[in-house]
Nanobody, 129 residues
Framework: QVQLVESGGGLVQAGGSLRLSCAAS????????MGWYRQAPGKERELVAR???????NYTDSVKGRFTISRDNAKNTLYLQMNSLKPEDTAVYVC???????????????????????WGQGTQVTVSS
C-alpha cells in the first residue's frame, strides 16, 4: 500500500551534518503524519521527529535545535536535516508514516483502509568522536 525507502545515512565526524531522505510510494494519499525513529544499541526505539501533513513538527528534546524535519508533499518525500551531530546520535534511523485521520475514507479514488502505519528499512547513521 505504502512503501518507504530511506537514503542518506553514513559515517560522519562529530559536529558534522547529514541529511536523510525518505521517499514514499504507493497510496501516498493515505499518509497523514511522517517521522523518523531511531534505534540504538541498549536503547528503546525513540521518536526523533514527526511532522504533520500541514507541516507542524515536533522533536525529542535531545535533538531540538540541531535537527530539522521537513516534507515535500508534492514529491512524497520526507527529510531530516541533522546538524551538529554527536556520537550519541548513532543509530539506525527509520522512516515512519501513518494514516491518522484517514483510515476508512476515500481520497479521490483511493480507499484508505485499516492499515495505519508504515515503516522503512532503516539507514545507519554513525557519528564518530
Amino acid at each position: 500500500q505504502v512503501q518507504l525507502v530511506e537514503s542518506g545515512g553514513g559515517l560522519v565526524q562529530a559536529g558534522g551534518s547529514l541529511r536523510l531522505s525518505c521517499a514514499a510510494s504507493g497510496d501516498t494519499i493515505c499518509i497523514s503524519r511522517m517521522g523518523w525513529y531511531r534505534q540504538a544499541p541498549g536503547k528503546e526505539r525513540e521518536l526523533v521527529a514527526r511532522i504533520t501533513e500541514g507541516g507542524s513538527a515536533n522533536y525529542t528534546d535531545s535533538v531540538k535545535g540541531r535537527f530539522t524535519i521537513s516534507r515535500d508533499n508534492a514529491k512524497n518525500t520526507l527529510y531530516l536535516q541533522m546538524n551538529s551531530l554527536k556520537p550519541e546520535d548513532t543509530a539506525v534511523y527509520v522512516c515512519y508514516a501513518d494514516s491518522a485521520g484517514k483510515t476508512g475514507h476515500f481520497y479521490g479514488r483511493t480507499w484508505c483502509g485499516p492499515k495505519y502505519d508504515y515503516w522503512g528499512q532503516g539507514t545507519q547513521v554513525t557519528v564518530s568522536s
